[in-house]
């Protein structure tokens, strides 16, 4: 026991980390946070401030003149901001359940050591991850061959799957679900569905969470899908709208000399730089009080599905 005892106190004695080099981690992880948090501070700063405060001062952590007319300049677009805004919702919700029950399902696939083609279409995955077809061929083929240029699919499927996350949920479920509990399932006469859907899925979350977060930031965060496909106003989604009426802003003010004179001072007057900001804020803020609630699940099935390939 006193050896025992010796041999344990001796290796904590090398795990324990020193005072010096402990205030050192602290240091090194404030310096992270704010990193992270004071650009996001400084574009809140922008946003509530003055466009006559940002011309004469530039930015500042704190508005050195306090303004809402950025955030008024949004609300007055109001019917198109809400209808874009339920497009958004729709096309993250569902491009997200999409994108989750095809990439868990092609990952579980894979998984399993007697799948006869496993080998081909591992390799037919992992491919794209180093080579593309290039954004002309993806075009093509979504636009043309499919049809999906001005309808609400064009902003769903193109980004529902990609090789990256299969091979998270790939990994996941090798490493975690055991070979036997699959094997004594179909002994009771389950079949592959119902193992799917009854018990990989429910003992899966963390993967499961960590690829619908990875999907909504997708979804919730792209306008390019509507600049290629989407001619409809009716179809865009918060950002193409907002990314919209930002490049509608900065022509009016290029071209405010050739204008009338009170068109000319309207234009003068309208928010840029904080409406810029403003536009930033609302994107991003459905994405930051949604994280805290998936951080958990997040980690832990990101660097389970990273043990090993």
């Given at each position: 026991?006193?050896t025992?005892?010796?041999?344990?106190?001796?290796l904590?004695?090398?795990?324990r980390?020193?005072?010096?080099?402990?205030?050192?981690?602290h240091?090194?992880?404030i310096?992270?946070?704010?990193?992270?948090?004071v650009?996001?501070v400084v574009?809140?700063?922008?946003?509530?401030?003055s466009?006559?405060?940002i011309?004469e001062?530039g930015?500042?952590?704190?508005p050195s003149?306090f303004s809402?007319?950025?955030y008024?300049?949004?609300?007055?677009?109001?019917s198109?901001?809400i209808?874009?805004?339920g497009?958004s919702?729709?096309?993250?919700?569902?491009?997200?359940l999409?994108?989750v029950l095809?990439?868990?399902?092609?990952?579980y696939?894979l998984s399993?050591?007697?799948?006869k083609?496993?080998g081909l279409?591992?390799?037919?995955v992992f491919?794209p991850?180093?080579?593309n077809?290039g954004?002309?061929?993806?075009y093509y083929?979504?636009?043309?061959m499919l049809?999906?240029s001005?309808?609400?699919w064009a902003?769903?499927?193109?980004l529902?799957?990609s090789s990256?996350?299969?091979?998270?949920?790939k990994t996941?479920?090798?490493?975690?679900?055991p070979?036997?509990l699959i094997?004594s399932a179909?002994?009771?006469?389950?079949?592959?569905?119902?193992?799917f859907?009854t018990?990989?899925?429910p003992?899966s979350?963390p993967?499961?969470a960590?690829?619908g977060?990875?999907?909504?930031?997708?979804?919730w965060n792209d306008w390019?899908?509507?600049m290629?496909?989407?001619?409809?106003?009716?179809?865009?989604?918060?950002?193409?709208?907002?990314?919209?009426?930002m490049s509608?802003?900065?022509a009016?003010a290029?071209?405010?000399?050739?204008?009338g004179t009170?068109y000319?001072?309207l234009?003068?007057?309208?928010?840029?730089?904080?409406?810029?900001?403003?536009?930033?804020?609302?994107?991003?803020?459905?994405?930051a009080?949604?994280?805290p609630f998936f951080?958990?699940?997040?980690?832990?099935?990101?660097?389970?599905?990273?043990?090993?390939?």
């Open positions: 026991m006193s025992q005892s010796s041999y344990d106190s001796g904590e004695k090398f795990n980390v020193g005072k010096g080099t402990n205030i050192l981690f240091l090194i992880f310096i992270l946070a704010l990193l992270c948090v650009p996001i574009v809140l700063s922008i946003s509530l401030s466009e006559a405060s011309r001062t930015y500042q952590l704190l003149a809402a007319e950025s008024n300049y949004i609300v007055k677009q109001g198109m901001i209808r874009a805004l497009v919702v729709f096309v993250t919700v569902v491009g997200t999409i994108g095809l990439t868990t399902s092609m990952g696939a399993r050591p007697q799948f083609l496993k279409l591992t390799w037919m491919i991850m180093v080579f077809g954004l002309v061929s993806s083929i979504n636009s043309t049809g999906l001005n309808t609400i902003l769903i499927l193109p529902a799957v990256f996350n299969v091979i998270i949920c996941f479920f090798k490493t975690t679900i070979d036997g094997e179909e002994i009771d006469g389950a079949g592959q569905f119902r193992i859907f018990i990989v899925l003992i979350l993967v499961l960590t690829i977060l990875f999907l909504c930031f997708s979804y390019f899908q509507s290629l496909y989407i001619d409809d106003q009716s179809l865009y989604s918060l950002q193409a709208l907002l990314n919209s009426l509608n802003v900065d009016l290029k071209n405010a000399s050739t204008m009170s000319a001072e234009v003068a007057t309208m928010p840029k730089e904080s409406a810029r900001m403003a536009v930033a804020i609302i994107i991003v803020l459905p994405v009080l949604a994280y951080q958990k699940y997040f980690i832990s099935g990101l660097t389970v599905g990273a043990v090993k390939g």
